[in-house]
């Protein structure tokens, strides 16, 4: 074996390498009892998620209309149920995709301005009344719109004889009734968010002479940005799920959102339309799926740096 020359002039053999030892293999029992129950509860659970989804689509795919048919999974795979959707004079289920879009889309877009602009005024403003109403937003919450009902029927029947565009039936009175409960648990998970960005930032704009308003659009928003997608993505999954309030306000069929005009494909009492309901609520999935996937970059840590209130 060849010697190395050193620097100083002297020679050492090289060294041995060593063998690392080869850990032991655990116990079966000691591995289970340490990581792998958890593996078996992802599982089941991740199962348990699954099948509803998984019946759901079958359902959608078997044109019997009933969901018996549809007990063994993708037993028959048939388009007919969403032929059936797209065909029927009397359910236009094309025109209610497009209103779910138009009024989950303008809503959750209100929700988030309104709700940056309240929080970004709790986080960076100090006046009399702050943390009341900070705890009054979160106290309002125990009382959902939903027992407001007839409160909102009667508000919007009266509206209707002043400003027809505002009153029932019309898609911008409904659209102001979701924005009156924007605020709340929302504007508290921002406030929580803003509350990790630096004041020194807002400090130095000011030293350059910038306002509130400039601060707010120039600065602070780019920088909340996780926290904007996370409650525009709750507030379109809600509104886009939202069947009381809606059927309510909504009374033509031709202004109705997906929730409202799949009802009726399973509204009589025998009813034989199970499939088409499922087709429906199958493409009814897809643009919220969609948002998700899109957004999924800024779920984790807007939900993650909102928990914390600084």
Same mark, same amino acid.
């Given at each position: 074996?060849?010697?190395?020359?050193?620097?100083?002039?002297?020679?050492?053999?090289?060294?041995?390498?060593? %063998?690392?030892?080869?850990?032991?293999?655990?116990?079966?029992?000691?591995?289970?009892?340490?990581?792998?129950?958890?593996?078996?509860?992802?599982?089941? !659970?991740?199962? !348990?998620?699954?099948?509803?989804?998984?019946?759901?689509?079958?359902?959608?795919?078997?044109?019997?209309?009933?969901?018996?048919?549809? =007990?063994?999974?993708?037993?028959?795979?048939?388009?007919?149920?969403?032929?059936?959707? *797209? =065909?029927?004079?009397?359910?236009? !289920?094309?025109?209610?995709?497009?209103?779910?879009?138009?009024?989950?889309?303008?809503?959750?877009?209100?929700?988030?301005?309104? &709700?940056?602009?309240?929080?970004?005024?709790?986080?960076?403003?100090?006046?009399? &009344?702050?943390?009341?109403?900070?705890?009054?937003?979160?106290?309002?919450?125990?009382?959902?719109?939903?027992?407001?009902?007839?409160?909102?029927?009667?508000?919007?029947?009266?509206?209707?004889?002043?400003?027809?565009?505002?009153?029932?039936?019309?898609? @911008?009175?409904?659209?102001?009734?979701?924005?009156? #409960?924007?605020?709340?648990?929302?504007?508290? @998970?921002?406030?929580? *968010?803003? =509350?990790?960005?630096?004041?020194?930032?807002?400090?130095?704009?000011?030293? $350059?002479?910038?306002?509130?308003?400039? %601060?707010?659009?120039?600065?602070?928003?780019? @920088?909340?940005?996780?926290?904007?997608?996370?409650?525009?993505?709750?507030?379109?999954? #809600?509104?886009?799920?939202?069947?009381?309030?809606?059927?309510?306000?909504?009374? $033509?069929? $031709?202004?109705?959102?997906?929730?409202? #005009?799949?009802?009726?494909?399973?509204?009589?009492?025998?009813?034989? =339309?199970?499939?088409?309901?499922?087709?429906?609520?199958?493409?009814?999935?897809?643009?919220?799926?969609?948002?998700?996937?899109?957004?999924?970059?800024?779920?984790?840590?807007?939900?993650?740096? #909102?928990?914390?209130?600084?």
């Amino acid at each position: 074996m060849s010697k190395v020359q050193l620097a100083t002039g002297t020679t050492a053999a090289p060294e041995t390498p060593r %063998i690392l030892p080869v850990p032991a293999r655990r116990p079966f029992l000691v591995w289970f009892k340490d990581k792998g129950w958890r593996h078996v509860v992802g599982v089941v !659970f991740t199962i !348990f998620a699954i099948f509803p989804l998984l019946y759901v689509l079958s359902a959608a795919l078997d044109s019997s209309g009933t969901l018996v048919g549809s =007990n063994s999974l993708f037993s028959r795979i048939d388009p007919g149920n969403f032929v059936a959707l *797209f =065909n029927d004079p009397a359910r236009p !289920f094309g025109r209610w995709f497009v209103n779910t879009l138009v009024v989950g889309g303008i809503t959750s877009a209100a929700t988030v301005f309104l &709700g940056a602009m309240a929080a970004y005024a709790f986080s960076r403003m100090r006046f009399k &009344g702050r943390r009341i109403g900070l705890l009054s937003l979160l106290l309002l919450q125990m009382f959902p719109q939903l027992l407001a009902v007839v409160a909102i029927f009667l508000l919007l029947s009266g509206i209707s004889e002043v400003i027809p565009a505002l009153g029932l039936g019309s898609q @911008l009175g409904l659209i102001m009734v979701y924005l009156g #409960g924007a605020l709340g648990v929302n504007t508290y @998970l921002m406030y929580g *968010f803003f =509350n990790t960005v630096p004041q020194s930032l807002d400090e130095a704009a000011r030293i $350059d002479g910038a306002s509130h308003v400039q %601060i707010f659009f120039g600065i602070v928003l780019r @920088l909340v940005t996780p926290i904007l997608a996370v409650v525009g993505l709750l507030a379109f999954i #809600g509104i886009s799920s939202e069947f009381v309030i809606a059927s309510v306000v909504l009374t $033509d069929p $031709d202004s109705q959102t997906l929730a409202v #005009g799949l009802y009726s494909y399973v509204a009589q009492q025998r009813s034989e =339309n199970w499939g088409v309901f499922a087709a429906g609520a199958v493409i009814a999935a897809i643009p919220v799926m969609a948002l998700f996937l899109y957004l999924q970059k800024y779920i984790v840590s807007g939900l993650t740096a #909102g928990s914390v209130k600084g």
